[in-house]
């Protein structure tokens, strides 16, 4: 059974950090790509960030250069280190995960950046 546990979201003010955890179980982590989704109220759900099993890395424009994706393969977690944030990153964010033609979401974290 697959089951992804995020963690790590909260209130901060605009240009502070937060970092995202995500904790994987039920799939052969170390293969696997994941990525990071966030839905804000009113809008779609949107990739945020992706990193594959060799580590190679994708990201939203909005959010180069300010957020970084990485994974531990030992703890199987994916995360999501967010610096410099802004009031529109405000969102609830999601952990993903394709099996096959099967989507895969944690249960999501609210982020919140205050101006």
């Known amino acids: 059974q697959v089951q992804l546990v995020e963690s790590g979201g909260g209130l901060v003010q605009a240009g502070g950090s937060l970092r995202l955890s995500c904790a994987a179980s039920?799939?052969?982590?170390?293969?696997?790509?994941m990525g990071w989704y966030r839905q804000a109220p009113g809008k779609q759900r949107e990739l945020v960030a992706a990193?594959?099993?060799?580590?190679?890395?994708n990201y939203a424009d909005s959010v180069k250069g300010r957020f970084t994706i990485s994974r531990d393969n030992a703890k199987n977690t994916v995360y999501l280190q967010m610096n410099s944030l802004k009031p529109e990153d405000t969102a609830v964010y999601y952990c993903?995960?394709?099996?096959?033609?099967?989507?895969?979401w944690g249960q999501g974290t609210q982020v919140t950046v205050s101006s």
């Open positions: 993903h995960y394709r099996r096959g033609v099967t989507d895969y």
């Open positions: 039920g799939i052969i982590f170390a293969i696997t790509a």
């Open positions: 990193i594959i099993a060799g580590g190679s890395t």
